[in-house]
């Protein structure tokens, strides 16, 4: 079946820092692929997404790129901000009605 | 602005008694569902709407209904509410199907005693 697996958090950092946080799918076909940002006491927001294989997303400095031979979508950002401190969900759509959420990854960073 | 809307926020209730959580947008959009978010588990979808009068099970359905009688409103009803229904839920909105961007409201945070 279709499914999304990210890493456990939390991810913790200090302010600068390089950030990665992994995500892998499961999917037939080509399946367009998300990053999506829960900051404190919010609902989600769409942070950048990719549509077919090669293609690179960004947003606010965060990058993923689309990697179907891996089955990958990774969330990387160069450096950190206190304020990026949220929970990232990666997502998927597999050509149906929905979309399937992985278990989210919470991102704390440190002054 | 354009915005979901939910109420409300928080919800402290005992089991059985009837609730129901509103959902509107106001951004004339077709595509509506609802999710619950629970530790370690992630967002599941409970219940997604195509249209007015469209309505259909997303992945943990059992124990909740909606209604879809305008394009603006959805509301989740739990007839009877259980402790395992205890969770964080989120109404979203969509111009159309996944995959155009999901615009989410703020959500409701229920408990169940």
């Known amino acids: 079946g279709n499914s999304v697996t990210q890493m456990e958090g939390p991810v913790t950092l200090s302010e600068e820092a390089f950030l990665t946080i992994n995500c892998t799918y499961t999917?037939?076909?080509?399946?367009?692929l998300f990053w999506y940002v829960q900051y404190p006491g919010e609902g989600l927001q769409l942070l950048l997404k990719a549509t077919k294989a090669d293609d690179k997303g960004s947003n606010k400095g965060f990058e993923a790129t689309y990697r179907k031979e891996t089955t990958s979508f990774h969330l990387e950002k160069g450096s950190v901000q206190v304020s990026d401190s949220a929970v990232y969900f990666c997502a998927l759509w597999p050509n149906t009605d929905k979309l399937i959420f992985g278990t989210g990854t919470r991102l704390q960073v440190f002054p | 602005e354009a915005q979901v809307t939910q109420n409300p926020r928080y919800l402290i209730t005992v089991t059985g008694k009837k609730l129901t959580v509103t959902c509107s947008q106001n951004?004339?959009?077709?595509?509506m569902s609802w999710y619950r978010q629970d530790p370690g588990l992630g967002l599941r979808q409970i219940y997604y709407?195509?249209?007015?009068?469209?309505?259909d099970k997303g992945d943990v359905p059992e124990g909740y209904k909606v209604s879809r009688k305008e394009k603006r409103n959805f509301p989740l009803i739990l007839e009877s509410p259980s402790p395992n229904q205890t969770s964080l839920y989120f109404c979203?909105?969509?111009?159309?199907?996944?995959?155009?961007?999901?615009?989410f409201g703020p959500g409701t945070r229920l408990t169940v005693l």
């Open positions: 951004m004339n959009h077709e595509y």
């Open positions: 979203a909105s969509s111009l159309s199907r996944p995959p155009d961007t999901q615009y």
């Open positions: 999917a037939t076909g080509y399946p367009s």
């Open positions: 709407s195509m249209n007015v009068e469209v309505t």
